[in-house]
């Protein structure tokens, strides 16, 4: 079965940094574009970052451009977020998603597959 599996939450403080993985097994995401999106409490999942399959391309919600940088490893089928200045508001449950079109990862009803998601929280 396919698999898309987020870790590397955690608890950090303002200003601290933590990088997200997201390992996909059961197929080869080959040609796929994988990005990550943020639900927090009482709000509605939106999109935080992409990238296309050939590295090309990357793509970041306004809230997040300059701090987060999104890369991946294809030969390992893992996506990565890497987080630095993180602030409360970045406070939320991060799933990672995949799809064959770099537009499908920026909407929340585009992706293909979906990981369970990885909580994140930072203190002020």
């Known amino acids: 079965q396919v698999q898309l599996v987020e870790s590397g939450g955690g608890l950090v403080q303002a200003g601290g940094s933590l990088r997200l993985s997201c390992a996909a097994s059961?197929?080869?995401?080959?040609?796929?574009?994988m990005g990550w999106f943020r639900q927090a409490p009482g709000k509605e999942r939106e999109f935080v970052a992409t990238i296309n399959w050939s590295r090309s391309t990357t793509y970041y919600a306004a809230p997040v451009k300059g701090r987060f940088t999104i890369f991946r490893d294809n030969a390992k089928n893992t996506v990565y977020l890497q987080m630095i200045s993180l602030q409360p508001e970045d406070t939320a449950v991060y799933y990672c998603a995949a799809a064959r079109s770099l537009e499908q990862t920026m909407r929340v009803s585009g992706p293909d597959y979906w990981g369970q998601g990885t909580q994140v929280t930072v203190s002020s």
């Open positions: 059961g197929r080869t995401f080959s040609g796929y574009a």
